[in-house]
């Protein structure tokens, strides 16, 4: 007859912590947080952590021409903004550190999104739309010519606002994204400096909110975006 053995032997010396056992109750929940504000900030770190993942996957889907561009755009611009105000809190955004910090604790891959949130804007803002050609809408009238109207009235405001002594991101960046998506209602041809104020809005969009441009800089601003406004209207023509 064969002798069976226990299949996993408890050595001798192994006595139940009873005690142990005792406290812990498998049922109950257990806290993350102590406090009111330990719970808003976890809440904010996992929102942020869901709004990457979602550019992500929206920049993919976009890629693969999957997704509408109105929705794309539209998805993309509020994403973006819950983005920005998350971290503009004091208490997030030393929790977060920066993104490529959040990432690595996370362990994110997540290269669209990273780019997409280095520039500040969908890449509709970015990209020319496949709207209208200019000779189309100066020959329309009506709605158009409402749109041409408005782009030159945002490179105004912009300028002036420049001149001003506006300085600082939180006053420009504005300003500077409504004339990208005024221009970009209006015409698809990449013209003379449109790069220039992409490249600005790049800038304005890594600075912090209160930091502001150098005189130097703002003086090169405003040559690259008037020689933008030059080439734009050079479109109408």
């Known amino acids: 007859m064969i002798s069976r053995q226990p299949y996993a032997p408890t050595p001798h010396s192994y006595v139940p912590n009873t005690t142990l056992s005792a406290t812990i ?3 109950e929940e257990v806290k993350l947080a102590d406090t009111r504000a330990e719970r808003d900030l976890q809440d ?3 929102e942020i952590f869901s709004i990457i993942v979602t550019l992500d996957e929206l920049e993919k889907a976009f890629l693969k021409d999957a997704i509408p561009e109105a929705d794309y755009t539209e998805i993309c611009e509020r994403s973006l903004k819950q983005y920005k105000s998350l971290i503009a809190d004091e208490t997030v955004a030393k929790a977060f550190v920066g993104l490529e910090e959040f990432k690595a604790k996370w362990d994110l891959e997540v290269p669209r999104a990273t780019e997409r949130i280095r ?3 969908p890449s509709t803002a970015v990209n020319a739309s496949s709207g209208p050609a200019p000779a189309t809408v100066a020959a329309s009238g009506g709605t158009s010519g409402t749109l041409i109207l408005e782009a030159t009235q945002d490179f105004i405001t912009f300028l002036d606002a420049l001149r001003l002594g506006l300085l600082a991101k939180d006053q ?3 300003l500077l994204t409504e004339v990208i998506q005024s221009v970009n209602k209006v015409t698809d041809r990449d013209f003379d400096n449109r ?3 992409v490249q600005w809005l790049i800038t304005l969009n890594q600075m912090k ?7 130097e800089q703002a003086r ?5 975006i008037n020689s933008a406004y030059q080439g734009f209207k050079s479109t109408l023509t």
Do not use: F, Q, Y
């Not at 909110?209 to 005189?215: C, P």
């Not at 090169?220 to 690259?224: A, Q």
């Open 25 to 27: 109750n498998l049922d």
């Open 44 to 46: 904010s770190l996992a």
């Open 119 to 121: 520039v500040g804007m």
């Open 172 to 174: 420009l960046h504005p």
């Open 195 to 197: 790069g220039k104020i």
């Open 209 to 215: 909110a209160t930091e502001e441009l150098s005189e």
């Open 220 to 224: 090169e601003l405003e040559l690259d």
